[in-house]
């Protein structure tokens, strides 16, 4: 198994262009999760999904956009990039089970992401 | 309001000089509370998960402890592989509003 995987590893935008990035997981977990981490101010919510078809906000929602087509896929998409949106972005899932608390939340490797 | 708090900032060891990392939090209703270890360049890695004070759990040279206050993290004999940065989270669910709030993390250097 892969667990979760992101796209793209690095990107540069300039202020105001559009991107998505992409959460794929392939261990069948109902919930998916996007964060950014920041120096100094740890990781943060942005948007979270308990299932196929749903979304919800976080923490830190404003200036993003997520959906949830597939079980498997959770794309984060930023509409107009600003330089504060500079941040590495993680996304995690975690599993309904009995087993395992919901709560447990395995992570992707990142995407650094630099807005000029 | 929920929060997490972690201390040291930055620790520095000696391979198998022993210490703890301290991990301060207040939530309603707590759902556990969790350790990830996370490597430079890398995702968050789950270590361990408690769930009511006085509850401790093992992991090679790793002992995660709880109380109704705080959470330690206890690092017996560490070597240098142990170097990471080591966060604590805790989840809420207040008002329909779903939290998962990351303490800032332990930057922990261990010397060989």
């Known amino acids: 198994n892969a667990g979760v995987t992101q796209t793209p590893k690095f990107r540069v935008l300039k202020t105001g262009q559009s991107m998505t990035l992409l959460c794929a997981q392939d261990?069948?977990?109902?919930?998916m999760y996007w964060y950014r981490q920041d120096p100094g101010m740890g990781l943060r919510l942005i948007h979270y999904?308990?299932?196929?078809?749903?979304?919800a906000k976080g923490e830190v929602p404003d200036g993003y956009n997520v959906s949830r087509l597939k079980k498997q896929n959770f794309l984060l998409g930023l509409e107009s990039a600003a330089p504060s949106q500079t941040s590495v972005y993680f996304c995690?899932?975690?599993?309904?089970?009995?087993?395992?608390?919901?709560?447990?939340?395995?992570f992707g490797p990142g995407t650094r992401l630099t807005v000029l | 309001e929920d929060q997490v708090t972690q201390s040291p900032e930055a620790l520095r060891l000696q391979e198998g000089e022993s210490s703890s990392l301290n991990c301060s939090y207040t939530?309603?209703?707590?759902?556990?509370l969790f350790w990830y270890r996370q490597d430079p360049g890398k995702g968050p890695e789950f270590l361990f998960t408690?769930?009511?004070a006085g509850e401790e759990k093992e992991k090679e040279r790793l002992k995660a402890t709880l109380t109704k206050k705080e959470s330690f993290l206890h690092i017996t004999a560490p070597k240098p592989e142990d170097s990471a940065t080591y966060l604590c989270?805790?989840?809420?669910?207040?008002?329909?509003?779903?939290?998962?709030?990351f303490g800032t993390g332990t930057r922990l250097k261990v010397l060989a």
């Open positions: 995690a899932s975690s599993p309904d089970s009995r087993l395992v608390s919901t709560d447990t939340q395995y």
């Open positions: 261990m069948n977990h109902e919930y």
């Open positions: 999904s308990v299932g196929e078809g749903t979304t």
């Open positions: 939530v309603s209703g707590l759902r556990g």
């Open positions: 408690l769930y009511s």
């Open positions: 989270a805790v989840p809420s669910y207040t008002s329909g509003t779903y939290k998962y709030i």
